[in-house]
């Protein structure tokens, strides 16, 4: 059995590929390697993405920085380009005489729909806030949700993790749910499952607890997906992988040290 | 001769209504609104649904997890078809990811372990007793009960990275395990476990390709293969992988790489009777263009991901989905009920056939020899013979 183990895992590595879109293949090459000269290893990796439908291949370039997002939908006859430059999302299709139309698209309804504070967080205070990370200052974005128990119950834990390691602990609540009642489950998580740990680490429930984010950014990078997500900025740039979910102290730390070492 | 006749078309229409009768096509999309007091909401004052939700093989029961008020942690939402469709809500001793034990539904688990008996939960709610406590404690655990089993006798596989104080020790760190447990049932409907069954753990095999850190682990409804996104793979990026359980339930065999960094996935059962598609589904927020409801499934055949949509309602997905039996996907949404022009935006829960999708349609035009096993609907019949 372990023998066909083996050969069939070892078939699978030979047959994997890295997954960046093969411009040489499409229409209108020219316009289109132009359009992503940016969207290189030096700034950021690309990914295979949802696909609007069956019909696209889709790819999407995760950035270093928030003003460099890309994603195409490439098909047999057309090819959707939507871009995201920290402000505006945009949409063109790539037509027969190959020009390109962009036009500003409505941001998801997790975003546009939910009602915004001054002290909630978007992405003209990420590019701020990114500038200020210098090498080897390191900060920990953490996504929770009382969607996601888990998210709630690790908040402290994870807290913990970023401050043993150096790193600036920025909590940011999902922007669909109640503030008030997010805070209260935090509390709840907090004395019912956690107290004697939390306790030595923490001051819980302030206001910049339920700061919540509607970075496009974030979502873009799966972070509405699941909670907790853990994105890891460090020397002006965010780690293009993020880490989902919760997990232990060890393996914790030893995903976000090796994160830190590859962004600086 | 006449009269022989006359009997013979009777019956040939009989038969023919019986086959037009059996071959009535579900409702492409069904809507059960979450309406009640006690349902929590946000600072728009909009109904707020548990995004991590399970979905239970016969369509009929959500088991949801959210920490609001108004209502337990976890709550089992039974979803009533009448001329206005609605939910019923029992509330449940359940803390956290509480999770069902796939395939059967016979359990419903809160994570210390302890199974309870999903009539218990709707009979005695909160009050409820368990039967019995076995299988692994840890993050993120997901049950499925084996092929097989019967009411009498059967077993539950469960799957998860033990935590420290499950005694796993530094080997819960990152490292998949899956524990078999054997329970019984007496004539008087109480279970008990008769075999705690050892700790196995996973993929040692898979760590020089896939790494050791295994996060958002998923099981198949009767525990064959599971799903989980290496957060760290030595062979490329993270990405949502299917394995196959090996017999001696550690080493581990990948099926198929999804190629996208995705939340927790969800499998469809394996066909028996043609209708369902074997498919393993997204919750795919993070896509943008407002294409599709934010469901989208990789169809294991074609190897292509479709997407969902009901445009009319303008349907935007909330919660993670589920296969019924049948085929049928469930999930938590948002959708607009409009009359004469006028919306209103209702939220709750959502039964659709994948088969009726514009996409999969689509693909059938396209492709009628690669689609040719895809049918056009799931059928009232197919509904029907779901064992629960």
Known sequence: MKIVFFVFTLLFICSLEASPPDFEKVQCKGVVKELFSKNVEEFGVWRSTFPDSFVYEAFRFHPYFPTNWSEVQISKKDMIVRTYDGKDLKEANIGSDCSLNFQKIDFPFELKKNEKLDTDFDDQKLIVYLKTLKKNKSALFYLWSPKFSYSVTHYPFVEKYARDLGLEFIPLLDPRVNREESLRSLNLAYSDFWKKNALKHRSLANQGSVAKTFSMDFYLRFGFSHFPISIVASNEKIHPRWITGVMTEKGFKAQVKKIIKELN | ?388
């Open chain 2, 1 to 388: 001769m006449g009269y022989q006749i006359k009997i013979f078309r009777v019956l040939l229409a009989f038969l023919m209504a019986i086959k037009i009768e059996a071959a009535t096509c579900v409702p492409a999309h069904e809507y059960f609104p979450m309406e009640g007091k006690w349902v929590p909401k946000n600072d728009n004052g909009d109904i707020v649904l548990g995004m991590y939700a399970r979905m239970s093989p016969d369509g009929k029961y959500v088991l949801r997890s959210f920490s609001g008020k108004g209502l337990s942690q976890v709550t089992l939402i039974e979803l009533v078809r009448a001329s206005k469709n609605s939910v019923q809500v029992y509330e449940t001793p359940f803390s956290n990811e509480a999770f069902p034990v796939q395939g059967s539904w016979r359990y419903l688990v809160d994570i210390g372990g302890q199974h309870y008996l999903l009539d218990d939960i709707k009979k005695y709610q909160k009050n409820a007793d368990k039967q019995f406590t076995g299988g692994i404690r840890g993050f993120y655990t997901v049950a499925s009960e084996l092929l097989g089993g019967t009411k009498e006798k059967h077993q539950i596989r469960s799957l998860s990275w033990p935590n420290e104080a499950t005694g796993g020790g530094e080997q819960g760190v990152g490292v998949l395990s899956n524990q078999v447990i054997t329970a019984q049932m007496n004539g008087k409907g109480v279970a008990t476990k008769i075999d705690s069954g050892k700790m196995n753990y996973m993929c040692a095999n898979l760590r020089k390709s896939d790494g050791n850190v295994m996060s958002l682990p998923m099981m198949s409804p009767w525990g064959t293969e599971f799903a989980s996104m290496p957060q760290d793979p030595k062979n490329g990026d993270p990405s949502m992988r299917i394995y196959e359980f090996a017999d001696n339930h550690k080493d581990c065999r990948l099926v198929q790489d999804l190629g996208l960094a995705v939340a927790k996935i969800n499998f469809s059962f394996p066909a028996v009777s043609g209708s369902q598609i074997e498919a393993v589904l997204f919750y795919a927020s993070g896509s943008v263009g407002g294409k599709g409801n934010g469901v989208s499934f990789f169809e294991r055949k074609t190897k292509k991901i479709f997407s969902l949509d009901d445009p009319d309602r303008r349907v935007r997905a909330d919660s993670y989905p589920g296969f019924t039996r049948d085929g049928r996907i469930m999930y938590g949404a948002y959708w607009d009920d409009c009359t004469n022009g006028a919306c209103v935006e209702k939220a709750g829960y959502v039964l659709s056939d994948p088969l009726q999708s514009d996409d999969v349609k689509k693909f059938k035009t396209l492709y009628p020899e690669e689609g040719k096993h895809l049918k056009e609907c799931i059928t009232d019949e197919d509904v029907k013979t779901i064992v629960f």
